[in-house]
């Protein structure tokens, strides 16, 4: 009887045996602190990049390891996102914080861990950890929750931890904003009469008008003048300035022209305005010359661009011979954009 009882209780001590060595004693980890991960792109299944920032509380060991683990859950069987694929990822950069200034490299053998070694880091880590990857794929579901359970190590193969900590992330829906802006052309010139004056053969009559011009055309724009030259009615003419380049005003000559500067020879006109990048174009961009031929571009802007307000500056000059009467002429300028 005696014997059976021992026999009993020897059993029963050795399966007790046997249940207490089938456990191990979990490593208390400290947690992680201001734990935060921002992604580049929240699409579903978007290539983007990833940027873990934390504080460990175990300051006096050296990290060798860290891993990211993505999960569906924040505790308990890990299992990974749909489509969460750490592919290739590769460092933005070297992590801050962790020890070592350099020679951090990733490990992609568990899939769904974004894995940092680093196996001769001796350097404790200080202040705050940044810890960046690009080309990582999202999980495939819009608008799903996952979680990043984030771990620090004492050692190279990520066995021994230090610290550990949860961050939540998510994907999201896509919003597609659309706009569409029409071709536009701004031109204005109030119809005027430029009164150049009585004229002789000793002064020279002068006188201005105003156009502006703005276009969102991606080559800009282009005005043209066109028109003929001042002509009387009883038959008589004042010879436009026809050179390449222009002329100056001369008094006792039959000259008429125009130009877009400030000239002092004779005193008219001012330059052009505006935030635009328009401008007034050769043979009427040189102050004290001018030149008139129906049908030259006189101002242009080469690419979209905001408004400039041009001031035309008109000269007429006559000699001797030149016939009385009542001189006039009507010029139309035209803007072209070049879409």
Known sequence: ??????????????????VVSSYSVPVSAAQITDRSVTIGSSVASAETDYSFTFTVPTTGTAIQSVEFEACTTASGACTTPTGFNT???????????????????INTAAAGSLRITHLTNTTNPSGSQTVVFDNVINPSATNATYFFRT???????????IDTGTNATSTAGEATVTASVDETLTF???ATTVPLGVLST????????NMTAATNAQSGYAITVNGSTLQSTGGGTIDAITAGSGSASTTDSSQFGINLMSNSTPTVGTATS???????????????????VTGDIVAAASNATNSNTYT???IANINGTTPAGSYTTILNYIATANF
């Open 188 to 190: 204005t010139m109030a």
């Open 202 to 209: 000793s002064s020279t009559g002068t006188g201005t008008s």
């Open 274 to 292: 505006g935030s635009g990048s328009g401008a007034p174009q050769t043979g009427y961009d040189t102050a004290d010359t001018f030149k008139y």
């Open 151 to 161: 771990t620090t190590y004492s050692d190279a193969a990520w066995t021994t931890a």
């Open 312 to 314: 035309v500056s008109y």
């Open 87 to 105: 592919g290739t990822p590769t460092l933005a950069s070297q992590p801050t914080g962790l020890g070592a200034a350099s020679g951090w490299t």
């Open 1 to 18: 009887m005696i014997k059976k009882l021992l026999e009993k209780i020897t059993a029963a001590t050795a399966i007790f045996a046997f």
